[in-house]
Structures are given as C-alpha cells and as structure tokens.
C-alpha cells in the first residue's frame, strides 16, 4: 500500500467524522489527567478525616500551618499552570476539529 493511498484514506476518515473522535479522546485522556486525581484527593480527604475529638497530631499540624503563614506560597505554580493549559487546549481541539454549523442535510448523497 503506497504512502498516498494510506495518507488518502486518513484524511477521508478525518473528513467523515473522525475528528470527533480524535477531540473526545484528547478530552478523555486530559479530564483523566487534570480532574480524576483532584475529585479522588477530595473524596479520600473527606473519607479520612472523621475524628470524634481533637488528636494529638491535629496540634502538630496546626503548629505547622502556623510557621507556614509567613511564607509567601504561590496559587499558581507550573503544575497548576500545565493543567489549566491542558483544559485550554481540550477547548482549541473541539474549536479547531469540529465544524461551526451542522452540514447541510437538504443534498443527500446518492
């Protein structure tokens, strides 16, 4: 099979309605990457922590949050900063591979 008939037969799947498939993949592997371990971090964070009375080690974390107050932390450090550019790039994909209006049904094919 030549290079031209497989590059032909690429692009023809594009053109039928493969870039819808190519955007929901990249939007699946980026929620995936970006929101699966944030809402499991939440959950387990709420699982977790259920004590019945103050421990000792919740005075241990609060000394620490404490001496951590004067430090300057940032909001946005490079992973937070990949990740919303992850979530940029899902909205470029369906914007650039799916077309602004439906086709127009009216001329079928025969």
Not at 24 to 29: A, S
Not at 71 to 90: D, I, M, P, T, Y
């Amino acid at each position: 099979m030549g290079w031209r008939r497989v590059r032909r037969r690429y692009f023809r799947w594009l053109n039928r309605g493969g870039r819808f498939y190519v955007a929901f993949t990249f939007t699946v592997i980026v929620v995936s990457y970006v929101a699966v371990p944030f809402v499991v971090r939440f959950i387990d964070a709420v699982d977790d922590y259920n004590p019945i009375y103050y421990e000792p080690k919740d005075f241990a974390r609060q000394a620490y949050l404490e001496a951590r107050q004067g430090e300057s932390r940032s909001l946005l450090g490079w992973e937070v900063l990949f990740k919303l550019a992850l979530l940029v790039a899902v909205g470029v994909v369906w914007r650039v591979l799916m077309p602004s209006r439906p086709p127009d049904r009216t001329s079928l094919r025969r």
